[in-house]
């Protein structure tokens, strides 16, 4: 700061001023719905909705959603759709992406014309719906996952991303005898693990969130993922709690409307929250890709 002119001191000054106040309208929300999911009904009547500290911590909330066997099942298939989803959506996105970054690549233009088309038209929701009932994937848990495989902007990222490596790996590698798969496999992947990480999150944090598909493709309550659990919880506290299949025998210690619903946010949110500190390291290089080609 010593070194720097006075005007730039003051543009430093207000970005960090910016940037708290951004940060505190950011974290009092979240951490005002977590505080009130432990606060009782009796101190939602008297204090209101917005508490950062309870007078009294409750549990009653969590008691009721861990209650129902609908929460588990849940739970069970949207990691089971996060977890396949991310992966096979990775594979195709990489398979897709490292071809179309080679300049030697015959009528690279006109898939990449082809594939940038898919982002600005699309069929729309019922030609969706019937190619899903015609490959009979109507209620399984296949049908939350083939229709949203590969995302266009993130193939195009992870495309952006391949393009900048120096063409000068590939060429050693290629006077080694490794053949394009070796290159790929042992080359490529391990020096793109920042944009791999990042890519990875975009779509693990897309599957997790992931509710219409639930509505349109299962009626199977089996087969329903937490989010859409979470949603008809949620509904159902703004009505009658007993439509939920959780009434509490004494019903002072049932919780308020509120409360339950900050519950189900928390519950629905909290385990891939507790994924992003493994790949931060990597997140902020990833979300520079392909911005700088060095």
Known sequence: MKNVGRSEKCFIICAYILLALLAIVTIVPLISVVISSFVSSAEIARRGQFILWPEEWDVSSYAMLFRTD???????????????????SMMLTILTAYPLSKKQLRGRSALLGMVFFTMIFNAGMVPNYILVKELKLLNTRWALVLPYLCNTWNMLLMRNFFYAIPDALEEAAYLDGANQFQILLKIILPVSLPSIATIAMF??????NAWFPGVMYITDTRLVPIQNIMRSIIISATGQLEDMGLMIDDVRQQPNAHTLKCAAVVVSTLPILCVYPFIQKYFVKG???????G
Do not use: E
């Not at 588990?72 to 089971?80: C, I, K, R, V």
């Open 203 to 208: 779509y693990g944090v897309s599957f997790w």
């Open 70 to 88: 609908r929460l588990y099942s849940g739970y069970a298939n949207t990691l089971f759709v996060t977890i396949v989803g991310t992966a096979l």
């Open 287 to 293: 979300v520079m890709v392909g911005s700088v080609k």
